[in-house]
T-cell receptor, first 112, second 114 residues
Framework: QQPVQSPQAVILREGEDAVINCSSS?????VHWYRQKHGEAPVFLMI?????EQKGHEKISASFNEKKQQSSLYLTASQLSYSGTYFCGTEFMMDSSYKLIFGSGTRLLVRP | DTGVSQNPRHKITKRGQNVTFRCDPISEHNRLYWYRQTLGQGPEFLTYFQNEAQLEKSRLLSDRFSAERPKGSFSTLEIQRTEQGDSAMYLCASSPQGGYTEAFFGQGTRLTVV
């Protein structure tokens, strides 16, 4: 059930771009993206809904391929504050309720 | 609305003792999740409530773990006869009813079993 994220880690220089991928074996209703900094709780970034609607961060974009059950998070012109671990959460229906399961994360380090 | 609140923030306990954690979700959020997170890993699903009903409990949990959400408000997670392998960050998250809504996380309770 756990989605698979890739890559596991990324190191960037400030201003560079990165793409983080997330794939699931389940039929998804939505994909969530969160960022977690060391010692802090995960913070919501974006949600992508089945059907194409998106809600989230102004400076971060993402895509959701419903046929492949895959999502990608695009970080452009990275800033030092982007450093952290990014988790995708996949939401699917199970036993008449929605369940939110997270991947193991992608560590992103942005250097000056 | 002050967000999701978890108490205590830190707990150190001796092996074999019982511990209980509390989560106060954002008011009017019907859904409440418990996750466990170890270093370098993503939040691992433990259990899930819709109002006061516990809809699912992870097969990864032993019978030592139990959770309640009386009256559909705050929730408690109890671990009986703690083991060193229980040491982790325990995260609570809440969201409004229905699909397609983001989950809001609390700051977590860090458990250390010595």
């Amino acid at each position: 059930q756990q989605p698979v994220q890739s890559p596991q880690a990324v190191i960037l220089r400030e201003g560079e771009d990165a793409v983080i991928n997330c794939s699931s074996s389940k039929a998804l209703y939505s994909v969530h993206w969160y960022r977690q900094k060391h010692g802090e709780a995960p913070v919501f970034l974006m949600i992508l809904l089945k059907g194409g609607e998106q809600k989230g961060h102004e400076k971060i974009s993402a895509s959701f391929n419903e046929k492949k059950q895959q999502s990608s998070l695009y970080l452009t012109a990275s800033q030092l504050s982007y450093s952290g671990t990014y988790f995708c959460g996949t939401e699917f229906m199970m036993d008449s309720s929605y369940k939110l399961i997270f991947g193991s994360g992608t560590r992103l380090l942005v250097r000056p | 609305d002050t967000g999701v609140s978890q108490n205590p923030r830190h707990k150190i306990t001796k092996r074999g003792q019982n511990v209980t954690f509390r989560c106060d979700p954002i008011s009017e959020h019907n859904r409440l999740y418990w996750y466990r997170q170890t270093l370098g890993q993503g939040p691992e699903f433990l259990t899930y409530f819709q109002n006061e009903a516990q809809l699912e409990k992870s097969r990864l949990l032993s019978d030592r773990f139990s959770a309640e959400r009386p009256k559909g408000s705050f929730s408690t997670l109890e671990i009986q006869r703690t083991e060193q392998g229980d040491s982790a960050m325990y995260l609570c998250a809440s969201s409004p009813q229905g699909g397609y809504t983001e989950a809001f996380f609390g700051q977590g309770t860090r458990l250390t079993v010595v």
